[in-house]
């Protein structure tokens, strides 16, 4: 997968770098407007994640001159300002998602994986990890191709683990994920462990080889090797 | 009612009177003119048959339809005249008549009276017709007043008409077009100031708005910063249990942070009034709220039910109705007992949050205020509430809290 990055702050820009290209992505930055027009311009990606406030322009214009020359092209706006004005207008002009700043960086991918399985596959792309597999588009996860039956929240926890596979994922991202706004009211961890729990019930009666391994005191890691 | 019909009203009610009075006064000047008149001329024919009586002739004018001439052997102590009815041939009936009695001398020296009585029917004609004449043109006068004043009116008060037409389209965040110069100096006045209000509104608001977005920036991005780094920190392979235990107070301290400058930009919008109504599913946002709450709910065996009467009608920007009702949930559920319950009613005019739980040791009063806890080591931003306040004041909704015998009772409604 092939990715540019439209931001002018240096460390985040260093962070999200190197954690996409853990994930095997090919990054190129850019780090102000005409540098993210040029590159546009230019080339084509997969997907484009774009901050609005840029020096020497706006991510909003990036994101027009990106619908009209490369209109397969996933656009995800990460922004600061997080006036309602720029998601709206983001969104009308083409961008096909809006993440607020700061964001943990699990949902960045979790988000660039859903969009570009939307862009390039119709969303139609199953994930097969040995004996598991998912169907994002039907919600349908099957083990030894025997269907679980999962809860909605489940489903999006599962989803998120695999999107993140072989990284570990602090609890609070994966809070934040699955509660939204009211991770804060779950703060007692052992509410997502009891989450964790059920759902990794669930997949090894169906025979599933546990993956999930918990990383003490921080949070949990889906591994594959 | 509008100003114009007031002006009409009020023309009316002042012309009914005038015009009764006018018509009823005029009538009885006529009948007085027509009366004098008649008087001299009966006096001036008792006259002229007293002179007659005088000079020894006794022969009386022939009786006429319209007019009777008698001598009485009487006495009479001065001129009299007086009205009568009596019956009339000509008319077939009573009708009214204008009598004289004359004192003279008879033709035998002795007393006499002479009476004269003249039919007064054409004349009361008369008198009526120029009543009616007169309550006719003042009529037409107050009809034309009527006519012109409203005709002045619509004209007059078209500039303040499109004046309050443009007000009632003023859109803090969209341009405007000035109030126009009017040829009425006090339109003109009223419109420079109006002019002169939005500007300061509108740049007011761009300010407010420019400022948050910037504090949005300045804050957030560190903030980012922070996440991000901590994110790649956890991948370190072999972090210690001193290490994950630094880390975990890390997030922990990010988030809240991360919270708090949220809630209170968000606060500083809502102030600044940048988010426009719309219908809200109410139900459907109670549903997913308290879904994504039902975990919590599960392990504190708390009981949720909603109940909708009738379809709520509440206006409010979306983002502004989800945050009202996941923070009104959220208390609802944190702030109850093991086992406790949480109902929900929808109602067209609004909802009620009601919830068993302890009773507070905040005084119910400044449960609203910012950053208020009821526990001041929790982690909550103290924010939620005063939050669906400010949402609450700026939409013109009511919102009270009240607390008895352990059930707490928040209602949101919209304000007569």
């Given at each position: 997968m092939k990715v540019l990055l439209v931001e002018d702050e240096p460390e985040l820009r260093r962070s999200v770098l190197a954690y996409l290209h853990g994930e095997g992505m090919v990054v190129e930055v850019a780090r102000d407007f005409p540098e993210a027009m040029d590159k546009t311009g230019l080339f084509t990606y997969d997907?484009?994640?774009?901050?609005?406030?840029?020096?020497?322009?706006?991510?909003?214009?990036?994101?027009?001159?990106?619908?009209?020359?490369?209109?397969g092209t996933g656009i995800i706006i990460i922004s600061a300002k997080g006036s309602l004005d720029d998601k709206v207008r983001g969104l009308e002009l083409g961008a096909d998602d809006y993440l607020a700043k700061p964001f943990h960086l699990p949902e960045l991918v979790a988000r660039l994986h859903a969009l570009v399985r939307r862009k390039t596959f119709n969303g139609r792309q199953d994930i097969?990890?040995?004996?598991?597999?998912?169907?994002?588009?039907d919600k349908l996860v099957e083990v030894h191709g025997e269907r679980v039956e999962l809860t909605g929240m489940q489903f999006d926890l599962l989803l998120f683990l695999v999107a993140?596979?072989?990284?570990?994922?602090?609890?609070?991202?994966?809070?934040?994920?699955?509660?939204g706004d009211h991770a804060e009211?779950?703060?007692?961890?052992?509410l997502l462990y009891s989450h964790m729990k059920n759902l990794r019930k669930k997949l090894t009666e169906h025979g599933w080889q546990d993956r999930i391994k918990t990383v003490y005191g921080i949070g949990y890691r889906f591994t594959t090797t | 009612m509008k100003l114009l019909h007031r002006t009409a009203l009020n023309h009316l009610l002042l012309a009914i009177p005038l015009v009764v009075i006018?018509?009823?006064?005029?009538?009885?000047?006529?009948?007085h003119a027509v009366n004098d008149e008649l008087d001299e001329q009966l006096q001036h024919h008792a006259e002229l048959i007293a002179a007659r009586l005088a000079a020894g002739e006794s022969e009386l004018p022939a009786e006429a339809p319209d007019q009777f001439v008698q001598v009485l052997p009487e006495r009479s102590t001065g001129i009299a005249f007086r009205d009568t009815l009596l019956y009339n041939a000509a008319e077939e009936g009573v009708i009214p008549w204008r009598m004289v009695r004359y004192p003279a001398v008879g033709v035998d020296g002795g007393p006499a009276t002479v009476v004269i009585a003249r039919a007064t029917v054409e004349y009361e004609d008369l008198v009526t017709t120029v009543a009616l004449v007169i309550g006719g043109l003042l009529l037409l006068v107050f009809l034309g007043n009527f006519l012109v004043d409203r005709w002045l009116n619509t004209r007059l008060w078209r500039p303040f008409h499109n004046t309050l037409d443009q007000l009632a389209h003023f859109q803090v965040d969209a341009p405007r077009n000035e109030l126009p110069r009017t040829g009425i100096t006090e339109f003109n006045a009223m419109n420079g100031t109006l002019n002169a209000m939005m500007?300061?509104?509108?740049?007011?608001?761009t300010a407010q708005k420019r400022f948050s977005e910037q504090a949005a920036h300045e804050l957030q991005t560190p903030l980012a910063v922070m996440q991000g780094k901590l994110d790649e920190l956890i991948q370190m392979p072999e972090l210690g249990e001193l290490e994950a235990g630094m880390i975990e107070v890390l997030y922990r301290a990010r988030e809240r942070m991360g919270r708090t400058v949220q809630n209170m930009l968000l606060l500083a919008r809502i102030g600044n009034m940048e988010y426009a109504a719309a219908p809200v599913d109410w139900q459907a946002l109670f549903q997913d709220q308290a879904a994504l709450l039902a975990g919590l709910m599960e392990r504190r065996a708390v009981h949720f039910q909603l109940h909708v009467d009738k379809r709520c009608e509440l206006r409010l920007h979306p983002?502004?109705?989800?945050?009202?009702?996941?923070?009104?949930?959220?208390n609802a559920v944190q702030h109850n007992h093991e086992g406790g319950s949480i109902n929900v009613r929808i109602g067209s005019e609004g909802f009620v949050v009601t919830n068993s739980g302890p009773t507070l040791n905040v005084d119910p009063e400044r449960l609203f205020e910012r950053f208020t806890k009821g526990d001041p080591s929790s982690e909550g931003s103290g924010l939620g509430l005063s939050m669906v306040k400010e949402v609450c004041d700026n939409a013109g909704l009511r919102l009270e809290y009240t607390e008895a015998a352990g059930v707490h009772t928040v209602v949101v409604h919209r304000t007569r």
């Open positions: 997907a484009v994640l774009v901050d609005i406030t840029l020096p020497k322009g706006s991510g909003l214009d990036v994101v027009r001159q990106l619908r009209t020359k490369h209109p097969v990890l040995d004996e598991l597999r998912l169907v994002p588009e993140n596979k072989d990284r570990v994922l602090s609890r609070s991202a994966i809070a934040e994920h699955v509660w009211a779950m703060d007692e961890h052992d | 006018g018509t009823v006064a005029g009538h009885y000047a006529v009948r500007a300061k509104l509108q740049r007011d608001f983002v502004l109705a989800e945050l009202v009702v996941a923070n009104l949930l959220r």
